[in-house]
């Protein structure tokens, strides 16, 4: 029998801590099923004898390394500067981050997504009228590379109805720190699609989420959403690049940005989608979600057993 302990970073909004509590759920759901775990715990360190999974930022991993026995890394924004030799097993959650971190000599044992919040299964068939065009989900610090400019100016043009869990001024605005999971995926489940321009992603979890509930998603063209959403693709007009300050260093993060144009049409298309074609965008939706969880599901029990 073995125990696992989740190593999680000690800021409670971060997305890491989210998906560590998320990945511990998993966990938890999978122990009466016989799976050798006898215990499981989440931490901000690393404990002796049991198997160590970290949960953070890829950049950070690799240069200021925690004690760890597995790294499940993404948001690899930039190349880190130097690599540091690390004793563990690396995962990332998307092609293009085992690419980043291979650049600069890092072995990358397999891509697996995060997972999805297990009440998604519990709230995929309940009927909900959708309130909203759009849900979008996501904190803004500058450089702007979610493009939250490019998404608040397609909302004014076009008159979406919107709900938003983020900082940026957006209409019908929620709090991340008073905001729960039901909540959240309520907000989902009362939404026709996803809004996400983000221009860089090391995975992309609203988007994720709200496939779980079968809600598709209106996406920018850029990795690594790209790599699994479901829904309407928008172009990309081209790449910015921009000084991203990390622990002291102006690294530079590269990202694309939206041609507004195509935008616009694609947007409105989607809008207007006869009620049988969305019913089946949603079913893809779910189907290509659940076939991810699955993939999840596979590494626990790879690195377990």
């Given amino acids: 029998m073995k125990r696992v302990n989740i190593i999680i970073p000690q800021?409670?909004?971060?997305?890491?801590?989210?998906?560590?509590k998320i990945l511990l759920q998993l966990i938890l759901s999978l122990m009466d099923n016989d799976t050798p775990i006898n215990d499981v715990t989440i931490s901000n360190t690393y404990i002796h004898g049991s198997l160590n999974i970290l949960i953070d930022d890829a950049y950070l991993t690799v240069n200021i390394p925690k004690a760890s026995d597995i790294a499940w890394i993404d948001t690899a924004l930039v190349i880190p500067h130097h690599r540091v030799t690390k004793q563990c097993i690396i995962y990332t959650c998307s092609e293009r981050d085992k690419q980043q971190l291979e650049k600069v000599g890092l072995k990358v044992s397999g891509v697996y997504p995060r997972p999805f919040n297990l009440l998604a299964y519990s709230l995929r068939n309940i009927p909900t009228s959708k309130e909203f065009d759009v849900f979008i989900c996501g904190w803004h610090r500058e450089p702007d590379r979610k493009n939250f400019a490019e998404t608040k100016t397609i909302i004014d043009q076009l008159k979406l109805k919107c709900v938003s869990i983020t900082n940026y001024p957006l209409p019908?605005?929620?709090?991340?720190a008073k905001v729960d999971d039901y909540t959240k995926y309520m907000l989902l489940k009362k939404s026709k699609y996803v809004l996400q321009l983000s221009g860089i992603e090391g995975f992309g979890l609203p988007p994720f989420e709200g496939m779980s509930v079968g809600i598709p998603v209106i996406y920018l063209d850029a990795p690594a959403i790209n790599e699994f959403c479901i829904g309407f693709k928008i172009p990309i007009e081209g790449w910015i690049e921009r000084p991203l300050p990390i622990l002291g260093f102006n690294s530079i993060v590269r990202y694309a940005k939206p041609n507004m144009k195509e935008a616009i049409e694609i947007i409105k298309y989607a809008m207007e989608l006869d009620r049988e074609s969305y019913l089946d965008l949603s079913a893809k939706a779910i189907e290509r979600a659940d076939q991810m969880q699955k993939r999840v599901i596979q590494l626990i029990r790879n690195i377990i057993i």
């Fill in 172 to 176: 019908n605005r929620y709090d991340f």
């Fill in 11 to 20: 800021n409670r909004f971060s997305s890491f801590t989210y998906c560590g």
